[in-house]
Nanobody, 121 residues
Framework: QVQLVESGGGLVQPGGSLRLSCVAS????????MGWYRQASGKQRELVAT???????NYADSVKGRFTISRDNAKNTVYLQMDSLKPGDTAVYYC???????????????WGRGTQVTVSS
């Protein structure tokens, strides 16, 4: 099995910053794409950003220029640096990873339990 554990959420004022972390552990041979998604109250879960093993990144238009995703492959960890936060960024943020558990096997997608980010004055 594979577990993803997020940390770093909390309450921040508009214009502030937070850094989220997510560590993957368990039966891992290699991790393909890693990413962050978010779900605001009453809304569907949406993509925030993804990062490939090569460090190539992809961002939602709403966070471009404000959020930065990165990963440490040696630590099976993905980060999300969030700057210039807005009230509209308030949501539960979920970590996501495509994990291959052995050679000649396809990947499975795993999710963390989420961490709350609240942007409010």
């Amino acid at each position: 099995q594979v577990q993803l554990v997020e940390s770093g959420g909390g309450l921040v004022q508009p214009g502030g910053s937070l850094r989220l972390s997510c560590v993957a552990s368990g039966s891992i041979w290699v991790i393909r794409n890693m990413g962050w998604y978010r779900q605001a109250s009453g809304k569907q879960r949406e993509l925030v950003a993804t990062v490939a093993p090569s460090a190539r990144t992809n961002y939602a238009d709403s966070v471009k220029g404000r959020f930065t995703i990165s990963r440490d492959n040696a630590k099976n960890t993905v980060y999300l640096q969030m700057d210039s936060l807005k009230p509209g960024d308030t949501a539960v943020y979920y970590c996501n990873a495509e994990v291959v558990q052995g050679p000649f096997r396809d990947y499975d997608t795993y999710w963390g339990r989420g961490t709350q980010v609240t942007v409010s004055s």
